[in-house]
């Protein structure tokens, strides 16, 4: 049915590479007989993971990487000296046309420059922001952009919702993605001079489902599902969710322990709370991609294991199916006009 | 041994006026013989519900204002045309030095607009921040600006880690409090444009004890006791805290009722679980001040019940005793040679 893909793997980025990357790839192409992984890293490392697994071999390919970026390094130093290093390599590879997407566990710094620098911005596409999903208790809402553009201008945060509405809705199946534009306030008036000015260009578009501003507390309900904001709001947003979400974890298990009641009363709840914290793991919907780029780039969390590998490169299966950037280069460039 | 104080209490501001604000000051003043609190309302209102208490009646006067402003009024039409509601009139006792302080749980904005028009800044300050205090493992940090201004210049963002700093010293007893710039990421160089230029800024002053960076994830480790941030930072931070917070509780809450088995567990563990959730109790610590202006006004979260009134009023007595804003007027005012 599906036409031929092929994934570029970063098999050395991530804490658990090269294990989890490789066998990732393997997972990934025993279920998709239209999927090529080209694994790119050191090739004898990579030989030896791979000669753990029984898979289909035309299915992979190796390219050679010598070098390795490891986390802390700085990120434009990183891209510009480590010429030889498996995420340059591979980011090369997509740029050229020998790949269709990037999938990546790498130091985040790095795969941004290199994003923006060696795979490069789609025509049209000011700034190329990082979308991450956040649980909700309805499923699932995107923050973009996460972490890429700092200091962002009105008509890059007008492409975020743009495109974090694009993608929402053709790889995550959401019809009419609602656009929430992250603020202090409901009222149109309320907020900092970026976001006033966003208000009235969202409100103008008639491409995206805006809903009008969106507060903190709003995120996690589920209220929207696109939610637009500069990378220094989304970044302090994300990791206070995941700084919340950790203490009340340690706090609760530190509760369960604390008496020998409360520990056979934990024993009794844990099945059911097992099940309830699931909806806290957003894995399930891959890494998080770099929006606006000339082919997809899915960053995956440092700490992923083989089967988030296996979904980030399924991720870049249906991106690629649902012809994600080719619906974005052309409402980027529609805004143009 | 304390000198006479006299607290502004709101009578009519909050969800549960006018009953929760005059429990609130009977109980204060039944504790604090030095303690006089003026009830700011309508009159009649206030003594029907005094007449409900026995209590020394030369601790509490009335004073009359005939009008409300209620949630969701516009700010400054509310100030400037309800001359004669509890807050304002509240607030130009203050003014007037006829009170010390004024504890209200009117509408935030409203507050902010009447704190720096009719009780003004402290001579030197450029703006007047809100501190709210939230959760942590460790106890409480002070979020400073958390609401009152989100398009903020650096020199304004120094004075909040100055007066924030004063504040958790003198009021909340922390000896050097730990000041954190809230940023998105570690070092010196990460962030946007102002934060670097505040990092810079915040590094030459010997007069608080500046650690960095702190990013979203490590608040509520308690790696800082105040916590530097425009009002928009703030904001969101504060709303995402408090949103992630109730999903939690929800989902839990649900989990417990989702089988027999679970609920059997949950009857188990829910002594303990209660007295770990009291963490997130926050009330303890009082309401959010407002710093910088000629003297404390505290605002109590809309929905006090009379005990966080009581505990607001007893944090205007502390702030009074340890001199709080004579230490900030005086720091401020070295800060501009």
Redesign the interface.
Known sequence: MSEKIRVALDAMGGDLAPAAPVEGAVIAVKENKDLTVVLVGKEDTIKAELSKYDYPKDQIEIVNATEVIVTGEPPVKSIQEKKDSSLVVAMKKVRAGEADALVTAGNTGSVLVGGQTIVRREKGVSRAPIGTAVP??KGVALIVDA?AN??AKPENLVQFAIMGSVYMEKALKINSPKVGL?N?GAEEEK???L?KEVYQLLKKRKDINFIGNI???????GKADVIVC????G??????????????L???K???M??F??K??????????K???K?FDVEKYGGAPLLGLSALVVKAHGNSKAPAFATAIKQCISFKEAKINEIIREKINMTEE
């Open positions: 909700t208790e972490g700092v200091d992250l202090v907020g900092n001079a976001t507060e903190g507390n709003e995120i996690s309900k500069d990378a220094f709001a970044n302090i947003l994300l990791k206070m969710y995941e700084g919340v979400s950790k203490t009340f340690k706090l609760i530190e509760t369960f604390s008496s009641k409360s056979i009363g934990a024993l009794l709840v844990k099945g059911s709370l099940e309830t914290l909806v």
